[in-house]
């Protein structure tokens, strides 16, 4: 035994030297043949799980890694790959108590904290993560706790921080193109565009080339208005990952935006579902594209087979319920229930079904289920809507408590900035900045514009000087609002701090025809329509592009209309709850509508 010990010894620093240079099937040989001559050797079986896992077998993998913790339980490093393994297969109870032994037993080991807060963001646990990052990240800040704890800043909301956390990893490791691309979409998602390009421009010429880095180039280049390096970037982020969903959207949406043309528009998606047919998420994503697109038969046909399978998921029949809300609401419920079935948490799967039960008739159904879903999520504005909805179709006074449209709808008018000498010129001058971020063709997919643009720029870091001073001029009336609203128990006032944040901001250019269909905003508390320009046609007396309140999006049996009217005005604010069906009557005639419009949630 003793005499044949060196040679397995040799055996396996000649693996880890084959592993270095990438020689994984021959490191994989050489080990599993040292193995079966010494099979006690716990590092053996740790170099083995490196190159199966650098081979793609992941039930190897893990038969090596329990091998070397039971051969070896006090060792951390088998530990640790066992556990962040557990957690990318999805077994998060196991993987924990494996990462917390690991981490008690090593006194703060870097890599254990790196694991577990990774565990913990996978489990939507953000405010343990953060504690846990928070804890070591002064003490010992490497790149990758601080990239962790970003990443827990981040699913908090915390984005000034969160942003902090990603630049100093990157100043640790100033080489690491991994680190430089996380920063970038940090930065993208914070509406940051442009800092998101560089940023990613900068990991590109690190070394990073992943589908993922050209999808937030193609982002952020289109956050900026440059739709021609948007286009070029999401083509090559498909064009790498034909399956790649969110860079398929986005690319299917710019083309759509540019064109108005719905089969240009899915031309990279079809190629991609001619190679994989029957790829769940490509299907509901096509589907919701035709939606958009207003063919809701054909929007249907694309998954009404693959949603009638056993295995149909949660996108599938969310995907199907929108297609056949308005050809059959007893469908669109079906699809609906099963959704929420595979999602009982889900408060916007809730509020699907809810919709779908009104436009079936069944109002009752419809408030049961908003009324059971509100007990979780109590300020969903969604499901706040269908409630009030099936409230009206009942005849419950409290549809009238909840849309009191008279205390509720105010109009305001903005406060004239510094620097500009009356509303109407700053107007005329915010009015020119707009137009200028206007350079597409027609409406997102999945808003609620038609025959029209909305902006892609994040107005609230807009570097024009009229759009930066417009948070000036909607500051006084925003506070007005809230003072007026006063306090009260109702989803509404009950959350009324007298101070507030903006949730996004935005600009609307309607053409001839234009209008929003009937919707609300699920992420907003207050919302808001600011006009800056109007056409002449809306100054007739017919309420072509007024404002409207109270007609559901969706055909309820039995129809419900309006109920409530706003004429708009150039310098006219007008806020509301997030939770009103809202949209606005076609306009006919030369011109454009010109408007921003913001959410507000409390502060």
């Known amino acids: 035994m003793n005499a044949r010990a060196p040679l397995p010894l040799q055996h396996l620093q000649a693996a880890a030297l084959l592993l270095r240079h990438g020689r994984f099937e021959q490191a994989r040989d050489l080990l599993e043949q040292t193995l079966r001559i010494e099979p006690r050797l716990a590092e053996g079986y740790a170099l083995l799980a490196a190159a199966l896992r650098a081979l793609g077998d992941i039930a190897g993998v893990e038969r090596a890694l329990r091998r070397a913790v039971t051969m070896e339980p006090q060792r951390i490093p088998p530990r640790l790959a066992l556990g962040e393994l557990l957690t990318e297969t999805g077994r998060h109870a196991e993987a924990e108590a494996l990462l917390r032994e690991a981490l008690a037993a090593s006194g703060r080991h870097p890599r254990a904290v790196v694991a577990l807060a990774r565990l913990?963001?996978?489990?939507?646990?953000?405010?343990?993560?953060?504690?846990?990052?928070?804890?070591?990240v002064d003490a010992r800040p490497s790149a990758e706790l601080l990239n962790e704890y970003g990443r827990a800043l981040q699913a908090l909301q915390r984005m000034d921080e969160a942003l902090a956390a990603f630049r100093r990893a990157t100043e640790l490791e100033p080489a690491n193109g991994v680190l430089e691309h996380n920063l970038a979409a940090a930065l993208e998602a914070a509406g940051r565009h442009a800092e998101a390009a560089a940023a990613e421009r900068r990991a590109r010429a690190k070394g990073v080339d992943a589908p993922q880095a050209w999808f937030v180039l193609g982002c952020a280049e289109l956050g900026t208005g440059r739709y021609d390096?948007?286009?070029?970037?999401?083509?090559?982020?498909?064009?790498?990952?034909?399956?790649?969903?969110?860079?398929?959207?986005?690319?299917?949406?710019?083309?759509?935006?540019?064109?108005?043309d719905a089969t240009a528009a899915c031309a990279e998606l079809d190629a991609a579902l001619r190679r994989q047919p029957d790829a769940q998420p490509l299907l509901a994503l096509k589907s919701a594209l035709l939606t958009a697109a207003g063919d809701h038969a054909a929007a249907y046909a694309t998954l009404a087979d693959a949603a009638a399978r056993a295995d149909a998921g949660l996108e599938l029949h969310s995907a199907a319920c929108?297609?056949?809300?308005?050809?059959?609401?007893?469908?669109?419920?079906?699809?609906?229930e099963r959704a929420l079935a595979l999602a009982p948490d889900e408060a916007e799967v809730a509020a699907m079904l809810g919709d779908a039960l009104l436009a079936a008739g069944r109002a009752a159904d419809a408030e049961r289920v908003a009324a059971t879903a509100l007990t979780r999520s109590p300020f969903e504005q969604h499901l706040l809507a269908v409630q009030a909805t099936a409230w009206r179709l009942l005849g419950d006074p409290r549809y009238r408590e909840r849309c009191?449209?008279?205390?509720?709808?105010?109009?305001?008018?903005?406060d004239t900035p510094p620097g500009w000498p009356d509303l109407p010129r700053y107007l005329a001058d915010l009015a020119a900045g707009l137009h200028r971020?206007?350079?597409?063709?027609?409406?997102?997919?999945?808003?609620?514009?038609r025959h029209g643009t909305q902006t892609t720029q994040n107005l609230l870091l807009s570097e024009d000087a009229a759009v930066r001073a417009f948070f000036q001029a909607i500051d006084g009336p925003i506070r007005r609002h809230l003072a007026a609203l006063g306090a009260g128990e109702d989803p509404l006032r009950c959350r009324n701090t007298g101070r507030y944040a903006l949730r996004g901001a935005w600009s609307v250019r309607l053409r001839a025809h234009g209008h929003h269909v009937d919707h609300v905003h699920p992420q907003g508390w207050l919302s808001s329509a600011c006009y800056i320009d109007l056409p002449p046609a809306m100054r007739d007396g017919d309420r072509a592009g007024w404002l409207r309140f109270g007609q559901p999006g969706l055909r309820t049996r039995p129809p419900l209309e309006a109920e409530h009217y706003v004429r708009p005005e150039p310098g006219m604010l007008v806020l509301f709850p997030s939770y009103m069906w809202h949209g606005t009557l076609p306009f006919t005639g030369e011109g454009t509508r010109l408007v921003v419009a913001f959410d507000v949630i409390p502060a």
Do not use: F, I, K
């Open 437 to 449: 971020l206007h350079g597409l063709h027609t409406h997102p997919v999945g808003q609620s514009l």
């Open 120 to 136: 913990l963001l996978a489990r939507n646990r953000a405010d343990e993560a953060l504690a846990l990052c928070a804890a070591h």
């Open 322 to 336: 929108a297609a056949a809300l308005s050809l059959d609401p007893e469908r669109a419920v079906r699809h609906a």
């Open 229 to 260: 390096e948007a286009e070029a970037a999401l083509r090559e982020a498909v064009r790498r990952a034909p399956a790649y969903v969110d860079a398929q959207r986005e690319l299917a949406q710019l083309l759509w935006m540019r064109s108005g």
């Open 404 to 414: 009191d449209y008279a205390r509720m709808v105010r109009s305001w008018t903005l």
